[in-house]
């Protein structure tokens, strides 16, 4: 009953909530700009440093202490040395993201953080990863490719059919969902751009719920808690 509720509740609602306070603090777009890979990644304790070779100018005038979301994660600029920029990583971020499986040579999706005026061809990505994420199943067609994540149970009440979630920082529509899995479907271009023709069943992914999507279905829980149901 929740979800079907949930599922009218997004629906009238999604884009008021978005026009609210959604918007004014989202940093990405969803829509990923190409693919960097790791040049090096030393860890030490429980802190790492990842440094990223990115496409010939795909990071000009990038500044120090600006954001670029990294397999979806929001990353800080520490250094720059032509098209290469260093990160710094926390424990938490080693421990809540894929980052910290990262190794030489690894690909990751990239976004710049996006600026006042830009378009959103996807939907609002804090860069704030929610879970991770286990592809299942990859399902190849002559014109898309679908790929199955298993996600949590716990934050399947929040990944709705024709839903938004971000995945590895890509806004993707979310297409079947079960009791704790998902999922897409991805054309050529979507394949082409991002990391997601390389994933092979059993990869980990970052997974970004849609913030206006979570806010609206505690809202409903708490009203039908209080409501007795």
């Known amino acids: 009953m929740l ?3 949930t599922r009218g509740a997004v629906s009238s609602a999604r884009h008021r909530v978005r026009r609210s306070s959604v918007r004014a603090t989202a940093s990405f777009t969803g829509i990923v700009q190409g693919q960097a890979r790791v040049a090096s990644f030393v860890h030490r304790d429980d802190a790492a440093t990842l440094r ?3 496409p010939a100018g795909a990071v000009d005038g990038v500044p120090l202490g600006g954001s670029v979301a990294v397999a979806g994660t929001c990353l800080t600029v520490t250094a720059q040395q032509g098209d290469e920029l260093c990160f710094d990583l926390i424990v938490e971020t080693l421990r809540a993201t894929s980052l910290g499986a990262l190794q030489p040579g690894s690909v990751v ?5 996006a600026r006042v005026g830009d378009e959103v061809g996807g939907h609002n990505v804090s860069g704030h990863v929610s879970s991770t994420a ?8 002559p014109s898309n490719r679908r790929l199955d994540f298993t996600v949590p149970p716990g934050l399947m009440k929040y990944i709705l059919p024709k839903g938004f979630v971000a995945v590895d920082g890509c806004s ?6 079960g009791p704790d899995s998902f999922c897409v479907w991805l054309i050529p271009e979507t394949l082409r751009v991002t990391t997601f023709g390389l994933r092979r069943p059993g990869d980990v992914v970052n997974l970004e ?4 999507t979570v806010a609206i279905v505690d809202t409903v829980e708490r009203v039908l808690q209080a409501r007795g149901h």
Do not use: I, K, P, Y
């Not at 993707?172 to 969902?177: C, H, I, K, Q």
């Not at 719920?209 to 206006?212: C, K, M, V």
């Open 3 to 5: 979800h079907q509720l």
């Open 52 to 54: 990223l070779a990115f």
């Open 109 to 113: 999706n990239f976004e710049r953080s």
């Open 134 to 141: 286990v592809v299942a199943r990859v399902e190849e067609s």
């Open 172 to 177: 993707l529509t979310v297409g079947e969902v």
């Open 209 to 212: 719920l849609d913030s206006a």
